[in-house]
């Protein structure tokens, strides 16, 4: 199927390398010379096309529900989902192999910069298998915590998946987290051993470990190196052979789970279908089952991995639908479209992602308000994790608190807003949504429950309105190689958890679980769990409800102004240490002015910590000896453009990564 007809591809590239794709089976004779609409389905259906062929007319029908496979690839970071998706495309003649693909499906710009897969991405695949034409749709999908909500979503839209496990590594913490998804979801899983043709790879112990964690049994494990291409046909073979078809119905009415979408600046909301029943052209009057609003659709088509527009979609199919949604709030993810007159049982959708981290994020400049508010919508839709909330702040005026699935997330969405839509924001300290029972009852009246969740730190209630505070916990998986468990339990320790379990998985290796208060992993967790274990242990964690929580309320001031970013909620015992922390590394981060700072952070009225930075004149000009005036120029412009990355907190300048970096140091403490 070989898509290439899409921004980017070229048709002809595209079909040279096709025809010789290692497992195509390419029929020989002259190719049917046929267009869309009525002609195409006059395809002899019992010829066996070629994939060039198959994409170039892209006649859907021709894929019964017999012959298709949903499948998609999970893994822990950087066991190489994105590459065996490359290799795969490649086999499939899905793109040109003589060309040096890398990480094809990781699309976005901060993917690239990154090396991280932060939106799950679909293709299909046109493969000839035992004489029979085969599609397989491939989601490929993030292995990072914070985008296990992608994953699941993902899931629903396929009948396998590919586990896969780097041979060197073995199972590690999101291998765990992802297999359990697939295997809630009752899907086949495949375990793919990859990077075999690593020095240190050790196939044999992995598959010990999957037959000791997932109970299964070592022989079902294919041994690949997906960035040489070895043995990658028996992949494609055992999607065929070991995962399920869909169990559709073409004859009943149009039934499709809106699983994803996007905006696109020029068509509208641009949305990914898995159609469960019936069949789906263009031209078709759909209604969706959320909003009851009837749409004519403008475009179907598959993506390979770009778009390829086709003449219909049958169920059992995964692709895209345009259908002239120009309002981000029309496609919501989880809905069901059907055809006009003809409503169906909608399908159940999606559990929405709960978000484990709140920010403030607003405008550096309010003028900027409207055009931050449409970016911000753009990129939920194409990201429905992160939820939404209207919210404003004396000093940063108005804006919005969102909520994230991480901190990693967070950033995500913020390089997304500053490199999709070229949007500057002040972002607040994240925070974790904490609860209070309340006790005064002027208060209750107000907010109309006794129990509130707070996820804007500034409205946290004072303790003698309270009857007590509660925190979110998560039970917490590690896996690590046995020396460094030491250090990791007084790690664990310190972040104030308490162990639940501990078992080897194979000789030298061990999962530890433990409940944690989510503040304490929030920021910075992860980094220290990698240095303190050379790299080697692996993280994850679920959602494990509340805990009773001693906790305060924490300012720190710039000569006696509050910083609204930096006002957080902390635990009692660790206020001190986390204060004196954030003065001394606000100190660090801070350039000196041309008057002297008092940085102080405070519970109340109570001083706890207190640091000074001493006066000193930035003249930039002083840099630039000699006459030269045009040098002076740019030096003066670039101190202007930089003065839009500060903010101003009294008189005093701050610039804003400052925030992000005192954040850092804070749950370390
Ligand atoms: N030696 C070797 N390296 C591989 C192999 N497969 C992938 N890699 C490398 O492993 C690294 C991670 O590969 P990716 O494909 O980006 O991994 P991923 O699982 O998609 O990563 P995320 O999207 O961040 O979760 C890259 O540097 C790849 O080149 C393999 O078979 N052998």
């Not at 069901?336 to 400049?365: C, W």
Request: glycine letters at 6%; aromatic letters at 8%.
């Amino acid at each position: 199927m070989l898509t290439f007809v899409g921004r980017g591809w070229g048709c002809a590239r595209a079909l040279a390398p096709r025809a010789t794709g290692a497992s195509l089976l390419v029929v020989p004779g002259s190719r049917p010379a046929l267009t869309f609409g009525a002609a195409r389905e006059s395809w002899a259906t019992d010829r066996l096309y070629s994939a060039a062929d198959l994409k170039e007319k892209l006649d859907m029908s021709r894929f019964p529900v017999e012959n298709i496979r949903n499948f998609s690839i999970i893994a822990h970071v950087d066991h190489g989902k994105s590459t065996l998706a490359d290799r795969l495309l490649e086999l499939t003649g899905t793109i040109d192999k003589t060309k040096n693909n890398k990480q094809v499906l990781d699309k976005l710009q901060v993917e690239r910069e990154r090396g991280i897969t932060v939106k799950a991405q679909t293709a299909s695949l046109f493969h000839n298998y035992e004489g029979k034409q085969y599609l397989l749709n491939l989601i490929d999908t993030p292995g990072h915590v914070d985008f296990s909500y992608e994953v699941s979503r993902s899931l629903a839209a396929c009948q396998g998946v590919l586990l896969v496990v780097d041979a060197n590594e073995g199972i590690q913490a999101q291998t765990v987290a992802n297999f359990f998804l697939a295997f809630e979801a009752q899907l086949s899983v495949i375990p793919v051993i990859n990077k075999i043709d690593l020095k240190n790879a050790d196939p044999e112990r992995v598959e010990n470990q999957i037959e000791k964690v997932f109970d299964i049994p070592s022989d079902e494990c294919i041994k690949i190196s997906a960035k040489l291409g070895t043995n990658v046909e028996s992949v494609l073979q055992a999607v065929i052979e070991r995962i399920p078809p869909p169990k559709v119905h073409r004859k009943n009415p149009l039934r499709a789970l809106v699983f994803d979408s996007t905006f696109d600046h020029y068509r509208g909301v641009v949305a990914n279908v898995a159609l469960f029943d019936g069949v789906v052209s263009k031209g078709d009057k759909i209604v969706s089952a959320h909003t009851q609003k009837t749409y004519e659709v403008n475009e179907v088509g598959v993506l390979n991995p770009n778009e390829q527009p086709t003449h219909k979609l049958y169920a059992g199919q995964v692709g895209y639908l345009i259908a002239g949604m120009k309002d981000v709030t029309e496609a919501q993810i989880g809905d069901t479209l059907h055809l006009h007159k003809q409503p169906v049982e909608p399908l159940p959708g999606f559990k929405s992602a709960k978000p484990m981290v709140f920010a403030g994020i607003y405008p550096v400049d309010q003028s900027e308000y409207n055009n931050l508010k449409s970016a911000i919508e753009k990129l939920t839709l194409n990201d429905s994790s992160v939820t939404i909330h209207r919210d404003s702040s004396l000093a940063l005026g108005a804006g919005w608190r969102l909520g994230f699935l991480g901190l990693l997330h967070m950033e995500v969405f913020n390089q997304r807003l500053e490199q999709e839509y070229n949007a500057s924001v002040i972002l607040t300290t994240p925070t974790v949504p904490y609860k209070a029972v309340l006790s005064s009852s002027k208060l209750i009246k107000e907010y109309r429950e006794k129990e509130i969740t707070i996820i804007n730190p500034a409205q946290f209630p004072d303790k003698s309105k309270v009857t007590e505070y509660l925190e979110p916990v998560v039970l917490g998986t590690i896996i690590t190689p046995d020396e460094y468990t030491g250090k990791i339990m007084m790690l664990c320790q310190a972040r104030r958890a308490v162990q639940k379990n501990m078992m080897f998985i194979d000789q030298n290796r061990v999962m530890l679980k433990y409940l944690f208060p989510l503040n304490e992993i929030v920021v910075d967790f992860y980094d220290s769990l990698k240095s303190l274990s050379s790299g080697y242990a692996s993280f994850d964690y679920e959602d494990a409800g509340y805990q009773t929580a001693e906790l305060v309320k924490m300012d720190i001031l710039l000569n006696g102004n509050t910083v609204e970013e930096l006002v957080t909620v902390v635990h009692k015992d660790k206020a001190h240490s986390i204060g004196k922390a954030m003065c001394e590394r606000l100190k660090d981060c801070l350039p000196r002015q041309l008057f002297e700072i008092a940085i102080q952070a405070s519970i109340g009225s109570k001083i706890i910590a207190r640091e000074t930075v001493k006066a000193y004149r930035k003249n930039v000009l002083a840099k630039c000896y000699g006459g030269d005036i045009t040098r002076k120029m740019k030096l003066l412009k670039r101190q202007a453009e930089g003065k839009k990355k500060l903010r101003k907190i009294g008189n005093i300048e701050v610039p804003k990564d400052t925030f992000i970096k005192v954040l850092k140091t804070q749950s370390s403490k």
